[in-house]
């Protein structure tokens, strides 16, 4: 898989390659750089810095820029600025990644790449209607490539930081679907999972924004760990995290779950 990845990367001559900061595009920025350095090719990464996106994800992306020798540019894909994307729909990624690439088309006329893989076809992406509209190439899906299959590679190439890096979607994914989508929500989402994940040194914890509650969703193990005294403790230090990013929490009480695979919120059109 990994030399039909090569042999594809190689016949797209120049790319642009979408980087969020995750394995998956973190890793073929990877792969596409080195396969550039041999062939020739002039690959450039193109990183969107967003409230959707983690601090630390863009500091990842500069500093792995800077050991790799890449060609980095940080845009804003203004997804803000999008009146779908902020109305929060179901089909919200599609507005998503039509700022994104619409934003790096503007900037290059070279084949545009993302980082999706196999396991995200059998999933609702409507980020991959976006990208299809576009003519986004996705080179792990064409050489058969799943997530796991990225983590080998990245690990193959002495890559383990990136390889273990774990699954983490963009902070709006949080937000139940038709809420709107607000920059002090996401400030107080990623906030809050921070405190959460440092408190417990849990594994997982994504921060659920919806309707009339809070739900903090924990890892199994961390979830076990939670004693009255420490949720006690972390849900009035949620509260205050409300009352900090200017968004003061309604209706009931922040409470803690366990952990559910994607955005526990509707996943298709009906």
């Given amino acids: 898989m990994f030399a039909a990845l090569i042999q594809i990367l190689d016949s797209l001559g120049d790319i642009a390659v979408a980087v969020s900061g995750g394995v998956d595009s973190m890793t073929l ?24 996106v983690p601090a630390e994800a863009t500091e990842r992306v500069r500093h792995v820029a800077a050991v790799e020798g890449w060609s980095l540019s940080v845009i804003d894909a203004n997804e803000f600025g999008n009146a779908h994307y902020r109305e929060n729909p179901v089909n919200r990624c599609f507005f998503c990644k039509s700022q994104l690439y619409s934003t790096i088309q503007a900037q290059t006329n070279v084949q545009i790449v993302s980082g999706a893989n196999t396991d995200d076809l059998g999933e609702y992406r409507p980020g991959l209607d976006a990208a299809r509209e576009r003519d986004v190439r996705h080179p792990y ?47 107080f989402v990623h906030r809050v999972e921070k405190l959460v994940a440092a408190a417990l040194t849990a594994a997982t914890v994504r921060c659920r924004v919806r309707a009339l509650s809070v739900v903090i969703e924990l890892d199994d193990q961390s979830l076990a ?27 009931s009480p922040p409470y803690f779950a366990p952990y559910k695979v994607g955005s526990a919120f509707l996943t298709r059109q009906a």
């Fill in 141 to 187: 899906i064409e050489a058969g490539i799943d997530k796991a299959g990225v983590r080998r590679i990245a690990r193959e190439m002495g890559l383990e930081s990136i390889a273990d890096l774990p699954s983490s979607p963009c902070l709006s994914s949080r937000i139940e679907t038709g809420i709107r989508i607000e920059a002090p929500s996401l400030e």
């Fill in 29 to 52: 920025s990877c792969v596409a750089h080195r396969a550039g350095k041999r062939n020739g090719a002039t690959v450039r990464m193109l990183h969107a810095s967003s409230p959707a």
């Fill in 225 to 251: 760990a939670l004693t009255p005294s420490i949720t006690a403790h972390l849900i009035a230090a949620i509260k205050a995290e409300g009352e900090a990013t200017g968004r003061p929490l309604m209706g």
